[in-house]
C-alpha cells in the first residue's frame, strides 16, 4: 500500500469535505481559490510506521532545543582511499545501499510519532576535486568542509537523513565523508553501511552482480517494538523499574571542568587525537588474542 504522507493527508481529507459542502450549497469552482499546494508532490511514501522510543526523544531533542540540537545528532565516518578509484562504481554502490536499507530513505511527520519511508530518496552527494592543490591545502579544505558539515542540520521533516561527500586528492587517493543523522543511523548502523558499501563497490569494479541476503529493515523493527511495548511482558518490566525509583531517583552528578549552565545548551568542542597506523593495527592484534583467550 501506498501512503501520503500523514500531515499532508489530513488536509487532502479537510480539503474535500470542505469542497463538498460549498458544492452542496451551490457554490460554484469560480468562487474558490487556487493554492500552490500538490499533496502528491515528492517522492513517494510506500509505508508509514511509528517510531521507537529512542527516536521520540531525539526528535523532542530537536524540536526543543532547536538547529544546534539538531546538527548535535549529525553522525558520520571517513575513510582514506588509496589505489585505483570508480566513480561511477561509488555512484552505483551507494544507491544500491540506500535501497537495501529502508532507514536510509525516510524522514519523520510533522510530530514526530511517525516514520515515513520513501520508495526511493535523491542521493546528496558532494564531490570536489583538490587533486591540483598541495597537501596542505587539501588538510585545509577538509578541516573546513568537516566543519561546514557537522554545523549542516538535517530536514527530519522532509529528508534525505544521509549525505556523502567525496573528495579527490591524488589519482589513485580520495576521502569519502558519509553522514547521517542519529535518529536514523548509530555506530553500529554505520559500521554494516559500509561493510554492505565495500562489497557492492567491488563487485561493481569486477563487474559482478553481488547475491547479498536480504537486509533487516528498520520498519519491521518498529512495528515489533510497538507490539512489544503494548505486551503483558512490557507492562511487567515497566512496572518493576517504576517500583525502583518510585521514592527517589538518584541524580548523577559527575564533575566537570566548568560550571553547567542554567539553560541547557548543545555547544561544545571535539579534540582529536590521531593514532599511527601501526599503533592501530597492535591495539586490534592484542585485541583480537584476548578475545580468543576469553572465549
Same mark, same amino acid.
Given at each position: ?15 474535500? =469535505?470542505?469542497?463538498?459542502? %460549498?458544492? /452542496?450549497?451551490?457554490? #460554484?469552482?469560480?468562487? $474558490?481559490?487556487?493554492?500552490? @499546494? ?103 579544505? =577538509?578541516?573546513?568542509?568537516? %566543519?561546514? /558539515?557537522?554545523?549542516? #542540520?538535517?530536514?527530519? $521533516?522532509?529528508?534525505?537523513? @544521509? ?133
Amino acid at each position: 500500500m501506498v501512503y501520503n504522507r500523514p500531515e499532508q493527508t489530513g488536509k487532502i481529507c479537510a480539503g474535500e =469535505i470542505n469542497l463538498k459542502r %460549498k458544492m /452542496d450549497k451551490g457554490i #460554484s469552482n469560480n468562487d $474558490l481559490l487556487p493554492i500552490d @499546494f500538490d499533496p502528491f508532490a515528492g517522492p513517494e511514501i510506500i509505508r508509514v510506521v511509528p517510531a521507537i522510543e529512542p527516536q521520540l526523544e531525539i526528535w523532542a531533542s530537536c524540536i526543543i532545543g532547536g538547529e544546534d540540537a539538531n546538527r548535535a545528532f549529525n553522525e558520520s565516518v571517513s575513510l582514506l582511499l588509496q589505489g585505483e578509484f570508480n566513480h561511477a562504481a561509488m555512484e552505483s554502490a551507494l544507491h544500491d545501499v540506500i535501497k537495501r536499507h529502508d532507514a536510509l530513505r525516510s524522514s519523520f511527520s510533522a510530530d514526530g510519532k511517525q516514520i515515513c519511508i520513501y520508495k526511493e530518496l535523491p542521493l546528496q552527494t558532494f564531490f570536489e576535486d583538490l587533486s591540483k592543490q598541495n597537501p596542505d591545502q587539501q588538510r585545509s579544505c =577538509i578541516t573546513d568542509f568537516s %566543519k561546514k /558539515d557537522a554545523e549542516t #542540520s538535517f530536514d527530519l $521533516l522532509n529528508g534525505p537523513l @544521509f549525505r556523502v561527500a567525496l573528495f579527490k586528492l591524488e589519482e589513485n587517493e580520495h576521502y569519502l565523508t558519509i553522514t547521517a543523522h542519529h535518529i536514523i543511523c548509530d555506530g553500529w548502523s554505520l559500521g554494516i553501511v559500509m561493510q554492505d558499501l565495500s562489497k557492492l563497490y567491488s563487485a561493481y569494479v569486477k563487474g559482478q552482480v553481488l547475491d547479498l541476503p536480504p537486509a533487516y529493515q528498520f520498519g519491521n523493527y518498529a512495528v515489533q517494538q510497538l507490539a512489544f511495548v503494548q505486551s503483558t511482558e512490557y507492562k511487567k518490566i515497566e512496572e518493576y523499574w517504576v517500583d525502583q525509583y518510585r521514592q527517589s531517583i538518584p541524580v548523577l552528578d559527575i564533575p566537570t571542568d566548568y560550571p553547567r549552565p542554567v539553560d541547557r545548551t548543545y555547544k561544545s568542542h571535539r579534540d582529536d587525537y590521531p593514532l599511527n597506523q601501526e599503533l592501530v593495527l597492535a591495539i586490534k592484534k592484542k585485541w583480537a588474542l584476548n578475545l580468543v583467550a576469553a572465549w
